[in-house]
C-alpha cells in the first residue's frame, strides 16, 4: 500500500475516533492521559471522553499463568471465568441477570505474565457497575454449581484443542522452547491439571494474587479525575496491599535448530517455529519492530508472504512476530501448507532468514516499514475500549505516561544501520525451533 492510501485510511479511522482524543493529536499529542490518585493511594491514567456517555475500564494484576502451581495449571484461566459467576449476595443468575439487565460488560482473562479484567458501562449506571466489579474482586462466591459448568466448559475446549492442528503446533512449541519453564505449559491447563483445581485453590488466587502492589488501570470515558478518585476506592482500596512473594525466573528459550513433527492424518500441515528474541525493554525493540514487519510482519508486503506464497505459492499462510515475555523474548511465526510442499517451503523460510540476516534490508524497504508503521498507527485509537487497553500495556511494560508522544518518533530514529547489525546478530536459522502438525511428506523429527 502507498503511502496516499495509508493517509486516507488513516483519515477515515480518524474522524470515527471521540473529539477530544482527536484534539490531543491536533496539539501534537496522541491522547491527553491524566495520571489520578485517589485519597486511598490507588493510582490511574485517565483519558476523558465527554461526547460519549460511556466508561471503559481495563485493568490488570502482573503476574498470570505462569504463577500457576505446579499441577494446577489452568488455575488463573479458570478464576478468570469465574469472578462473574456469583458474588456477594448476588448468586451467578442473578448477577449474570444484573450486568445483563444494565447493559454492563465484565469480563476477565488470564494471560501468561498478567491478569486481566474489563468493564464498560453507560454512564448512567457507573455506580451499580461499580459495585458489581467491587464485589467480584473482593467477594467472589466460587460456589458449586457455576464451578462444574465453567470447568466443564474449560474441558470440553480443551478436548477441541485436541483436534485442532494449529493450536497443537503452538502448545508444542511452547514445551520445545521451555521444556521445564512454567512458559512451557498451557495457559488453559490440561485435563488432569483442570481436574484437580479445587475451590480452596480459586479463593486462595484471588487472596494471594489480587492485590494493590501489582495492579495498573486505565479509564477511558466519561468522568473526571474527582469522580474516578472515589471510583478507585470504592473498588480497589479493599483489595489487600500486597500479593504473595510469588516469582518467575528468567530464561533463554532452548532453540537449538530441531524440527518436531506431531503426525496427524490431515491434508494440510500447520507450521509454527519460533527462534530466540527480544524483551520488551531492550534497547533494540524497536530496530526489531521494523525488521520483523519486512521480514514477516508486513503482511501481503513481507518477503515471507511474497517469497512464499505469492511467488511460489507454497503456503496458505505464512508470517512472523515479535513476542516478548516479562521473562524471555521471541521472533514467532506461522504457516500452513499442503503435506508436500511442507519442506520446500521450510527450506524457503529458512533461506529468508539466512538472507536478511546476511544481506539485511534495502532502504527502500525501510523507508516503506516506517511510513507504513508510523502511518497506520491512528488506527490503534478507534474506540475508548481500545485505548484503555493500550493504556494498561503501557503501565505492564512500564513504558511512561508519555509513550504515545514518543512512539513514533522511536520509529522514525530506526536507521538502516540499526536493521542491518540487529538482522545479523539476531536472525539464526540454524537455531529455530520448527513445530510441524500433520503428515508432511519427507520431513522428519529431528534429535
Do not use: C
Amino acid at each position: 500500500m502507498n503511502l496516499k492510501g495509508i493517509v486516507l485510511i488513516a483519515f477515515v479511522v480518524w474522524l470515527a475516533v471521540p473529539a477530544p482524543l482527536r484534539a490531543g493529536h491536533e496539539a501534537g499529542h496522541t491522547v491527553s492521559i491524566e495520571r489520578v490518585v485517589s485519597p486511598a493511594g490507588v493510582t490511574a491514567w485517565l483519558v476523558r471522553d465527554t461526547i460519549n456517555p460511556i466508561v471503559n475500564v481495563r485493568f490488570a494484576f502482573r503476574g498470570g499463568a505462569a504463577l500457576d502451581p505446579v499441577g494446577k495449571d489452568g488455575l488463573a484461566n479458570m478464576v478468570s471465568g469465574l469472578l462473574d459467576e456469583g458474588a456477594g449476595d448476588l448468586d451467578s443468575q442473578t448477577f449474570q441477570r444484573r450486568l445483563e439487565d444494565l447493559s454492563i460488560e465484565l469480563r476477565f482473562n488470564a494471560g501468561r505474565d498478567a491478569f486481566s479484567g474489563r468493564l464498560k458501562t453507560l454512564s448512567e449506571n457507573k455506580d451499580q457497575a461499580f459495585h458489581l466489579l467491587k464485589v467480584a474482586l473482593l467477594e467472589p462466591r466460587f460456589d458449586d454449581t457455576p464451578v462444574k459448568r465453567i470447568r466443564g466448559q474449560i474441558l470440553a475446549g480443551l478436548r477441541r484443542d485436541q483436534e485442532d492442528p494449529d493450536t497443537i503446533a503452538g502448545q508444542t512449541l511452547a514445551r520445545e522452547l521451555f521444556p521445564d519453564h512454567p512458559y512451557g505449559r498451557r495457559v488453559e491447563g490440561s485435563m488432569a491439571t483442570v481436574k484437580a483445581i479445587t475451590s480452596d485453590d480459586l479463593r486462595a488466587f484471588t487472596r494471594q494474587r489480587l492485590a494493590r502492589d501489582n495492579l495498573v488501570i486505565a479509564v477511558v470515558g466519561d468522568m473526571d479525575a474527582a469522580e474516578l478518585g472515589r471510583f478507585l476506592d470504592e473498588v480497589f482500596a479493599g483489595l489487600p496491599a500486597k500479593s504473595q512473594g510469588f516469582s518467575v525466573k528468567d530464561i533463554q528459550p532452548q532453540t537449538a535448530g530441531r524440527t518436531k513433527v506431531v503426525k496427524m492424518d490431515i491434508p494440510q500441515s500447520a507450521i509454527a517455529f519460533a527462534q530466540k528474541g527480544l524483551k520488551r525493554s531492550d534497547p533494540d525493540f524497536y530496530a526489531a519492530y521494523v525488521l520483523n514487519h519486512i521480514l514477516g510482519g508486513g503482511g501481503f508486503t513481507s518477503r515471507l508472504y511474497e517469497q512464499i506464497r505469492e511467488k511460489r505459492g507454497l503456503a496458505y499462510s505464512i508470517g512472523s512476530y515479535l513476542y516478548p515475555l516479562d521473562h524471555a523474548g521471541l521472533v514467532q511465526g506461522y504457516g500452513g501448507t499442503a503435506n508436500a510442499r511442507v519442506g520446500e517451503t521450510l527450506e524457503v523460510l529458512k533461506d529468508q532468514w539466512r538472507t536478511m540476516a546476511e544481506t539485511g534490508v534495502t532502504p527502500e524497504e525501510l523507508a516503506d516499514a516506517k511510513t507504513y508503521l508510523i502511518g497506520s498507527y491512528p488506527l490503534r485509537f478507534t474506540s475508548t475500549g481500545g485505548i484503555a487497553s493500550i493504556l494498561v500495556s503501557m503501565q505492564l511494560e512500564k513504558l511512561g505516561i508519555d509513550f504515545l508522544d514518543r512512539r513514533n518518533t522511536l520509529v522514525e530514529a530506526v536507521n538502516l544501520k540499526d536493521v542491518n547489525r540487529l538482522a545479523k546478530k539476531l536472525l539464526d536459522p540454524d537455531n529455530m525451533v520448527v513445530v510441524v502438525v500433520g503428515a508432511p511428506e519427507g520431513v522428519t523429527s529431528t534429535p
